[in-house]
């Protein structure tokens, strides 16, 4: 797939390059000074925080490290099943460590309350969320979201790490899926 091809599944781009990049050093400013002094492990959720995650963590001025999990929870569907399964879970041990999860987007919160009692079931130091995207009128859950970066209205975007069908995570920006190319009833 070409890269006009690509765009040409964007309906509207909703944060450009720009805005993605000066909020993702604004969250590495205030993730570092709350985390000042502290060794950081960052935990990034695949595969759509890879992307943010790269970014944040060159935006971050303390000690930190990183691992994965990856999780499903919607197989080929756009909504979320509300059943979770831990694909690859962390190579690390994060007993007494201090913790942030790092997400692309949290829609109903259902995987990320999962996640978060797993995590907590391990007993770390600290364990906090930092998201790139929130969509308010999709939470069926809530969930503490201590570092947000953009909250969104209730549409399906692609571009940054996320996708649909696997395509359009290189896109440079965050940007609403053509509807005509969800298929009905998704």
Partial sequence: MSQAELESGVGTVLIDEESLRSRIVDLGDEISKDYAGRDLLLVGVLKGAVFFMADLMRSIAVPCEIDFMAISSYGASTDSSGIVRILKDLDINIEGRDVLVVEDIIDSGLTLS???????????????????????????????????????????????GLDFGERYRNLPYVGVLNEELIPEGL
């Fill in 114 to 160: 999962y996640l978060m009692r797993n995590l907590e079931s391990r007993e770390p130091a600290s364990l906090e969320v930092c998201a790139l995207m929130t969509k308010p009128a999709r939470r069926e859950i809530d969930v503490p979201v201590r570092y947000i970066g953009f909250e969104i209205p209730n549409r399906f975007v692609v571009g940054y």
